[in-house]
Nanobody, 124 residues
């Protein structure tokens, strides 16, 4: 079992920045990729970014590329999502997730554990 706890969400004006954190506990001795997804009441849970265990590979949704940066600190069992140049359409609940198996990192069905989510609201 892995427990994931997100933090860092909040209210920010358009053009501003936020940094989300996701702390993992439990089965952290194994290698696992991490991802961030987001969801609004009107949409499914969409892929935002993912990072491999080593951090050597990252993937981003086109909508956040060049604005968001995913990183991880394995010594702290923590993954981060730095969000810059935020837009109102970035408003959503953001979830982090852990993936222990092979598979497309952009597909939510490949993830094994999820956090409870943190709200990000971007005002215009």
């Amino acid at each position: 079992q892995v427990q994931l706890v997100e933090s860092g969400g909040g209210l920010v004006q358009a053009g501003g920045s936020l940094r989300l954190s996701c702390a993992a506990s439990g089965r952290t001795g194994s290698r696992y990729a991490m991802g961030w997804f987001r969801q609004t009441p009107e949409k499914e849970r969409d892929f935002v970014a993912a990072i491999s265990w080593s951090g050597g590979r990252t993937d981003y949704a086109d909508s956040v590329k060049d604005r968001f940066t995913i990183s991880r600190d394995n010594a702290k069992n923590t993954v981060y999502l730095q969000m810059n140049s935020l837009k109102p359409e970035d408003t959503a609940v953001y979830y982090c997730a852990a993936k222990f198996t092979y598979g497309d990192s952009s597909w939510r069905g490949h993830y094994d554990y999820w956090g409870q989510g943190t709200q990000v609201t971007v005002s215009s």
